[in-house]
């Protein structure tokens, strides 16, 4: 009698166990999606952590309805998001997505200013319209529906260039390859020669000084919602005049006037932020390997990214960033030593400066916190955005790097020494990726000063 007792107990149990366990999942019954005038519905449900019919947890719900909500907002398609969970009954939910599709093409005028920030066009360049390009810039998104890209470009002014490039992030019916193809050209009355006391040296004359050409071809592979990889390959031509020749010889590699080069990259991407053009939450992991070979000088590179935010309250977060490059040169040549200043290796404080080197290291630390929200009515198109909302963080920052440098000259010191800047300031994020970030930075040199900058750099 006892054993039939505690038999009967032990089924109980299990029993009330695995209806708990069955009562917590919920079938995704339907996926309807609404609002998406020209976007294919494939290139939603693609950025999604669920699928029609999966059987998932309930208390997971909430949490890919927000992934979901994330993921879509960054590809950078729609201007409003929204997922939402409408249950059918205990066992059965509909996921309702409902989107605003962006303004897709950009037929817009050109104008920018060549030098490396706005700071050092401004103040040392003294705001020279001789140094500003300017064109027609094409931006043409969602293309066909299908989130492909096209971007061209003619300009003229400082630099004369013609840009080409289109991407179609899926190919096949996994979804998963994509491709891109680009090409540019470009001739130059000016350059950057050298770097004198960790500062840009100029060289201008009257005729074509530069000139130069580059295409390329990648295949694109994203196995999974946040991992991204790609395999580049190009080829390309410089060549330099006989007066800029003989004023830096060791401009191009091998001390040639000119070089032509075949190159290939491969890199890696993990991206899972909540909002990929100024995060508050979530973490990137980069990795770009790079190879060049031609007659006159190979070079490989590798460069690793890391970048953690996290929230600190619900009104903070700390953002950290770690970059590092080293590169593998079989001969040293100005344009191949430039390191420090340019692309994503930036320090907030030196930017007037620039750093040459073989390697290179960079963190920063900074903490941002929200003042608040500020909203304009939209005086243009009222109708389609009544009002633009703008978000307002103050931040505090500080940053470390080091550059190796086998052989500084001309009186270049920051290599092979701490770098160090530290400052205040102010971002404003609004629509469309608007991102401005006013700074006060000082660094070890003593320098200090207000900069405007521009774009995903903390």
């Not at 593998?328 to 994503?344: C, I, S, V």
Request: positive net charge.
């Amino acid at each position: 009698m006892c054993n039939k007792i505690k038999y009967l107990l032990f089924f109980t149990a299990s029993f009330l166990f695995f209806s708990n366990l069955v009562s917590a999942q919920i079938k995704i019954s339907s996926i309807q999606i609404t609002g998406n005038k020209k976007t294919k519905p494939y290139i939603i449900l693609r950025e999604l952590p669920f699928h029609e019919s999966d059987i998932i947890s309930r208390d997971s719900l909430a949490i890919k309805d927000t992934i979901s909500e994330q993921q879509l907002f960054n590809t950078a398609l729609f201007e409003q998001v929204t997922v939402h969970s409408d249950f059918l009954d205990s066992l059965q939910v509909v996921i309702k997505i409902n989107v605003r599709e962006r303004w897709y093409l950009f037929p817009i005028p050109y104008f920018k200013w060549v030098d490396r920030n706005f700071n050092q066009w401004w103040s040392e360049q003294n705001r020279s319209l001789d140094r500003v390009n300017y064109g027609l810039n094409l931006r043409q998104a969602n293309v066909t529906g299908n989130n492909d890209k096209l971007n061209a470009a003619f300009i003229t002014g400082y630099t004369q260039q013609s840009n080409f490039r289109y991407q179609v992030p899926f190919i096949d019916k996994k979804l998963r390859y994509g491709l891109a193809l680009g090409w540019q050209n470009a001739t130059q009355k000016e350059i950057n020669i050298a770097t004198k006391l960790d500062k840009q040296v100029f060289y201008k004359t009257q005729a074509i000084i530069q000139k130069g050409y580059r295409a390329n071809a990648s295949i694109l592979y994203r196995p999974n919602l946040f991992e991204r990889h790609s395999f580049q390959i190009g080829l390309g031509r410089n060549e330099i005049s006989d007066s800029a020749f003989l004023y830096q010889s060791n401009y191009l590699p091998s001390h040639q006037k000119t070089f032509s080069y075949v190159d290939a990259s491969l890199s890696f991407s993990r991206i899972r932020f909540d909002y990929n053009v100024y995060p508050t939450k979530g973490q990137s992991t980069d990795l770009m390997l790079y190879q060049r070979f031609s007659n006159n000088s190979n070079l490989s590179s590798i460069q690793f990214r890391k970048v953690i935010v996290s929230p600190f309250s619900k009104s903070s977060f700390v953002f950290l960033e770690s970059n590092s490059i080293v590169k593998f040169l079989p001969n040293q040549n100005y344009t191949d030593n430039k390191l420090l200043g340019y692309g994503n290796l930036q320090l907030n404080g030196l930017d007037y400066y620039v750093v040459d080197g073989n390697a290179a290291s960079i963190v920063k630390a900074s903490f941002h916190y929200a003042l608040g929200t500020f909203n304009v009515k939209n005086l243009l198109v009222p109708k389609r955005i009544p009002i633009i909302k703008y978000q307002f963080w103050l931040k505090a920052f500080t940053h470390l790097g080091y550059v190796y440098s086998e052989k500084p000259v001309n009186g270049n010191r920051l290599a092979n020494t701490l770098l160090r800047t530290a400052g205040l300031g102010l971002d404003i994020v609004g629509i469309y990726d608007f991102v401005l970030k006013i700074d006060y930075s000082l660094n070890q040199l003593g320098d200090k000063g207000l900069y405007l900058r521009t774009g995903f750099n903390f």
